[in-house]
């Protein structure tokens, strides 16, 4: 049979490529999210990288850090001359011409190799006046530095202020002689203090940008980092760029249009950040890929390749009947179903797990969004704040109104109960005259002001409301918040517009900073005001009292998430104090303080993720505030989803396990019933019938079968009559024994033998074959046998059986039916065997180890109404053996699919001879059965052997 070549290339493509090609798609779905993820984990590298420019690169912010690092380099493992002075020298190096230093001893005297003014611009006492006041300054242990900054002036410059930049900053503007024009004041160490002048370049908004482009590069990372002035300039990084010039233009272009910040183009990332209207940084990342997972990838691809080809090949094997595997019908349809279903499952599979993915994102992004407005809801909870301290401070101050007496000291009471609770900056009780009867707070302000304006508050209390607005009006007109400072401007216009609001707080600005303030009448029950309580808070202290009281947890669908509050200026008011987790969100706390819109991002704590969501803070001016959530309530849902979408892969193919295994017993059922019945057929039990189970094809198979059944059963009987025409044993008479077989094609067949005794020393047999088979076969062989088993016949010359025979057939079969005969009689006292042949195989006579035919020429009977018939007589030996056969056994196919033939026979026979005539003929069989094809028989075979023996008395 030719090869089916297309038949099987369909297979294997369905079968075999389609799942191979559903694996691979899944496992580059895996690898695409990994290259995703590792691309989003590089864009968090380079954002993370121009954060830390956008918070270091500022001039002021550079050289701050710069001389903050110079004071440790300085200190760090005690002073040292040499190395105070290579510091120096390599500062002035990389920028030259910039800093003229001053250095001063413990004592406050110049250190004159390390000092550029050489005390020309200032006496060296008032130097080492300065650096004594100073450093109590610092231990707030005197202000003469304050009051003697007109003195220092000519040497700091004139826009220095002691009470704000030495106090806070510590690097300011100085505009000293114009060429320097920023001053920096080291904190004083054990050896002494620096003090470093410096002028502003023309490069002044792009030196700290590019000093640190240029030391990050010069570490050889991946990551490039170049800037770029207003005009599309790249003043640092030029060299790095000039490969990449054409895709930055492509970048510069896309980001122009885009919200984003971060693009990637032809494998590179790129990103920018604006540091100040003329300048930005860019950074450029190559994105290599990860060798190991491309060497994964294309390991994977040949197991698949390599899997599909052995598969392929054990298929063709299959298909040609090289190897040969035995399954149940019952197991193939439920292999077939699974198969079946497994396909849209794993569609499906993907499908779901896309699905899953993209499910977690909104599930992020609604935790996002639920705690964003949960942390804006938190910063506007601060205005509730001050309401709320608003009613305490006038319940309290209600309360006093029913008093008569003792009203100074319940007032200082409720003073300071509230100053326990909300701890003001300072608070204070003043008379009318402005005498101070109770404080709190130490805070230096100016008395003599406080009292002037405190009159002038209890004045402005008694004139109408009418007349306090005409009075203030002018002067308040315009402005939303009130700003004043205790020094240098006039109290008064802030204390008339408190007048008019006595009993509320308002928000105020002193010294460059944010405070509440507000007056609030002590009234005794006529409604007399007796003095004023003043309370004063710092917003700094407002915010961190604020953010101690409130509850730093929000609940909410997804899970509880952790507020922590950032303080942007001191970290000791950052809330929870001791929070563990602070390094691992660094990155991110700088990242809220560099944009103005809310921040998402995630971090893994304790190998959980966390979600982050962060705001910078409004009413919470000092505050950036961050959520962190945990990831587990999302983890939870998440795992139900893949459970319910698991359960319903299994629920899909339990199905088709189910529906498979109906169908299979809706077909095998029926099966198995026929193969009962071909066993019942096989034993020969034809009144065994089929169930009709269903009206179908398989019910009409049943039907049909019913009706073999009942045909057979005729032929059971033809069976039994043809049987019956057979010798059951072996014949033994004097020294000779015969015995024969006969093996049929089909339940009647057409071969015939038989052997008998005539006399006491005589015995006949004989061999024929029908043609045809079936009934009609048997019938003939039932002819035959009659004919020849007749008393007038028994014994006779074999011609005059054959003419009786022909003649019967011709009359009443037509030629329809015919029969070869061989007829033998065997004369045990003569030892002589007289036969005649119609048309029957030459039957082989073996002797002395060599097997001859004995021929003899005849039509068969039947077929010729004058036949030549004729007989013949021939001695028998001992040890002789006659073989008779019938052509079944010769025209058998061999295993070489040649017919086995006269030939191997005969050659075969002498060894097949036997001490008994039993063992001969079952080892004839047996020879047959291993060299001829398998498979049924063609035709009847039946063999018949006769052997002389001759007696140990003889």
Known sequence: MEFPRIRWLIFCIVFWGIPLALLWYGNE??????????????????????????????????????????????????????????????????????????????????????????????????????????????????????????LYQPFFGPLVDPKISVLQDRFHSADFKKEKAFVYIAIPAYWGLYIVHFSQPENWDTIGASYLAENYNLMGKKLKIFTVDSESRIFSGKNLIRNHLSDYRNARKILEKSFSSVICIDGNIWAQRVLSPGIQVWAMLSVVKDSKILLERKFFIGKLFLCFFVLSFITYFVVTGKIKIYLSIHLKMVFLFLFSSALPVSILFFTASKYIQDRRIVLENKTHSDVEKALLFFDKNYIRFQGTLQAKLNDAFYGLQKLNTGLLEKAKVE????????????????????????????????????????????????????????????????????????????????????????????????????????????????????????????????????????????SHNNGTTLIYARNNKN??????????????????????????????????????????????????????????????????????????????????????????????????LPVRYLGNGVSALKSRE?????????????????????????????????????????????????????????????????DYFDYFPVSETKFAFLMGDVSGHGVGAAMVMAMAKAVVATPSYTGVDPVIIFQTMNKLFLETLKRKKMMTLFYGIVDCETNSLLFSNAGQCYPYLVRNGKANHIEMPGSPLGSRKKSDFKSETIDLFPNDTLVLYSDGLIEA?????????????????PELIAENTVKTENNIRQWHKKIALEGPLSDDITVLVLNYRKSSES
Request: hydrophobic fraction near 35%; charge should be positive.
């Open 571 to 668: 970290h000791g008011n950052d809330r929870p104090k001791k929070f563990r987790n602070r390094n691992k969100i660094e990155y991110f706390l700088k990242k809220i303080s560099g944009v103005s819109q809310s921040v998402f991002g995630s971090v893994y704590i304790n190998n959980e993720k966390t979600l982050l969501t962060g705001v910078k803070g409004n009413e919470l001016s000092e505050y950036n505030l961050v959520g962190l959530t945990s990831d587990s309530e999302i983890t939870l849902e998440i795992k139900k989803l893949k459970s319910a979408f698991d359960m319903f892969i299994a629920a899909t193919l339990l199905i088709s396990l189910t529906v498979g295994g109906i169908l299979a017993r809706k077909f095998l």
């Open 893 to 909: 196919l061999a295993q070489d699919l040649e017919c086995i033939g006269y030939e191997r026979f005969e050659k075969a026979l």
């Open 29 to 150: 779905q895996k690898y695409i999210e990994y290259e995703a993820a590792k691309l989003e984990s590089q864009k968090n590298k380079v954002e993370r990288m121009l954060t830390f420019f956008d918070s270091a690169s500022s001039p002021d912010k550079f050289f701050r850090i710069l001389f903050d690092n110079y004071s440790d380099w300085v200190n760090k493992g005690g002073f040292s001359l040499k190395r105070a002075k290579s510091l120096k020298n390599y500062v002035n190096r990389r920028f030259p011409g910039m800093f003229k230093f001053t250095f001063l001893d413990s004592n406050g005297d110049i250190i004159e190799p390390l000092t550029d003014f050489e005390g020309r611009l200032l006496p060296r006492r008032l130097l080492k006046d300065f650096s004594k006041e100073y450093r109590d300054l610092l231990r707030h242990k005197s202000l003469k530095v304050n009051r003697k900054w007109k």
């Open 686 to 750: 034809f009144s065994y019938r089929l169930p009709v189970l269903d009206n179908d094809e398989l019910g009409d198979l049943s039907n049909t079968f019913n009706e073999m059944m009942t045909g057979l059963k005729d032929l059971e009987v033809a069976k039994i009559v043809q049987e019956s025409l057979f010798p059951f044993q072996e014949l033994k008479i004097g020294n000779y024994e015969i015995y024969g077989t006969c093996l049929s094609a089909s339940e009647v067949g057409g």
């Open 415 to 554: 003073m300071e109960n509230i100053c326990t609770m909300y701890t003001p900056t300072f608070a204070r009780i003043f008379d009318e005259n402005g005498n101070e009867l109770w404080k709190y707070g130490g805070r230096e302000v100016s008395m003599e002001s406080f009292k002037s304006a405190t009159r002038r508050v209890f004045s402005l209390m008694r004139k109408s409301t009418s007349e306090i607005s005409a009075e203030t009006e002018s002067k308040l007109s315009g402005l939303s918040d009130i700003s004043m400072a205790v020094a240098g401007f006039e109290l008064e216009t802030i204390f008339s517009f408190l007048a008019k609001n006595v009993g509320k707080l308002y928000s105020t600005r002193m010294s460059g900073g944010n405070q509440l303030t507000g007056f609030f009448p002590i009234t005794d029950s006529t409604g007399k005001t007796e003095n004023l309580g003043f309370f004063f808070w710092d917003r700094v202290v407002l915010e961190k009292q604020f953010v101690n009281f409130s509850k730093l947890l929000i």
